[in-house]
């Protein structure tokens, strides 16, 4: 599942550059989390443009029979997660992204190189 997994994110990170998403990191979680395999954050430069970059990877991932299970926070557009469950999506706006610093929380993840592919 770890491979797959790795497939979607780095799916997810490849949509995110095409539509012009902001310092993409892909984050290996599997061995310090339960819930997921990796987390993939972006931003984007307006809440328009985050809420494109997160229907961009909803339409790209449901062309390859990848549902969703789980959206929150696309009204507002400022911190929109997407959770495909063993991929965990955050799309921010800058400002946001800065304030919750996730990679910091998350800092004992292994960092992947989202150009690996």
Do not use: C
């Amino acid at each position: 599942m770890l491979a797959e997994s790795r497939q979607i994110a780095m799916k997810i990170a490849k949509t995110i550059d095409d539509k012009k998403g902001q310092d993409i990191a892909v984050l290996n979680i599997q061995s310090i989390s339960s819930f997921a395999d990796y987390f993939v954050i972006a931003h984007g430069t307006s809440t328009r443009h985050a809420k494109a970059i997160a229907d961009e990877i909803i339409f790209k991932l449901a062309e390859d029979g990848i549902p969703l299970d789980h959206k929150e926070g696309h009204d507002n557009g400022t911190w929109i997660l997407l959770d495909y469950l063993t991929v965990v999506v955050h799309i921010f706006i800058e400002e946001e992204r800065h304030f919750y610093n996730l990679e910091r929380v998350w800092k004992d993840a292994i960092f992947e190189d989202p150009d690996s592919l």
